[in-house]
């Protein structure tokens, strides 16, 4: 039997533990077939990103378009991409091009600082790419500025679900890592709020896990998980994927991509 296939849109990253790098480890780690198609390019490592070359709009149409007619796209996850025209771009390719899944991670700043989405890029994402996501996974920064509004409380976090919900996308789930306590993540689904917990593990080896975490989404989906359940056997990959991170680099280390994935068939 084929593999699902499952195509990441998100920037190249060359220090390998984030953006495509990290998306296609996560689907291989799945047993799905990974693709491509890379927005960006970025020189940085576990320390910083040192520069930023954003690709067109009409190659990354060009990318899209030899995978969709050729291959086929079981499920699709947006990461970074960079600015408004890429956006446009990406969100006119899914709606000409019917995929099942659309995960859209909104990366928007780098853990250093570094921006990631120019902001005027920003309303474009929320008009233009939302509405067509099954599910969107913000961070708590980035839910804030999806949301406008400051998240410091559970509570905060359900609000901000429900407004970024508006903008017509299927389901929201915001990462809850940035808070104190226990890693909990809400998932609001247009009726009902689902949490999802996990020990929170003390390391500074973390670079990448947004972009894994959506990435493992993604393939629990194409892999034919229902959405609670991909995100439940995700936490339980990413949470310990963190805990066997590596201390590659003088900054932020890569997580451990080839830990052992739960059975799922």
């Known amino acids: ?20 790098q990290a998306d296609l480890k996560t689907f291989s780690a799945y047993g799905v077939y990974g693709m491509s198609v890379i927005t960006a390019v970025t020189a940085q490592n576990t320390c910083r990103v040192y520069g930023v070359e954003g690709l067109s709009s009409r190659f ?3 990318q899209f378009e030899s995978v969709y007619t ?16 890429i956006v446009l771009t990406v969100a006119r390719k899914l709606s000409e091009c019917p995929v099942p899944h659309i995960v859209v991670d909104p990366v928007m700043v780098a853990k250093g600082g570094d921006k990631l989405l120019q902001d005027n890029a920003v309303d474009r994402l ?21 949301a406008e509004m400051t998240i410091e409380s559970p509570a905060d976090l359900r609000e901000a679900a429900i407004r970024i919900h508006r903008s017509g996308c299927k389901a929201v789930l915001i990462k809850g890592g940035h808070l104190k306590g226990d890693a909990v993540d809400v998932l609001f689904d247009g009726e009902s709020f689902s949490r999802f917990t996990a020990e929170r593990i003390h390391t500074r080896h973390t670079h990448g896990t947004g972009c894994t975490f959506s990435a493992a989404i993604t393939a629990g989906l194409a892999r034919g998980l229902l959405l609670k359940k991909s995100i439940q056997v995700a936490k339980r990959y ?5 805990g066997q991170s590596m201390a590659l680099g003088k900054g932020h280390g890569p997580l451990n991509h080839f830990v052992h994935v739960e059975e799922m068939d």
């Open 1 to 20: 039997m084929l593999p699902k296939r499952v195509l990441t849109v998100a920037g190249s990253d060359s220090g390998g533990g984030a953006g495509v």
């Open 70 to 85: 050729d291959i086929g796209v079981d499920a699709v996850k947006t990461g970074m991409l960079l600015n408004a025209e």
């Open 126 to 146: 929320i008009r233009e790419l939302l509405p067509l996501a099954t599910l969107v996974t913000p961070n708590i920064p980035e839910a804030e500025i999806l």
């Open 60 to 62: 990354v149409a060009l």
């Open 238 to 242: 990413i949470t310990e994927a963190i």
